[in-house]
């Protein structure tokens, strides 16, 4: 899969957690926003991690040594 694809992935998933949020645990104004603000939060640093670590895959800073024996 590549970049974007998985991207779209963690888009779909935000948005999909957060209508679970705003149907299941409708509590007032306040509360909404707060649970929204989470979830977004949330998703944004999953998604964060996910593409450090991708990206570091492309090109290692530790290259191994290749021992001619």
């Known amino acids: 899969m590549g970049f ?5 992935i ?3 998933i935000g ?3 957060s209508l679970c949020a705003r149907i299941c ?3 007032g104004p306040s509360a909404n ?3 929204l603000t989470l979830i977004i939060t ?5 998604w ?3 593409a450090i670590v991708y990206i570091a895959q492309m090109k290692p ?5 290749l021992s001619e024996e």
Do not use: K
Request: with cysteine; aromatic share 10%; glycine share 0%.
């Open 42 to 46: 949330a998703t944004v640093c999953c």
């Open 61 to 65: 800073l530790i290259v191994p040594i």
């Open 15 to 17: 948005v999909i957690a």
């Open 33 to 35: 926003l707060l649970h």
């Open 25 to 27: 645990c409708n509590r």
């Open 4 to 8: 974007f694809v998985t991207t779209l």
């Open 48 to 50: 964060l991690m996910w």
């Open 10 to 12: 963690f888009v779909a």
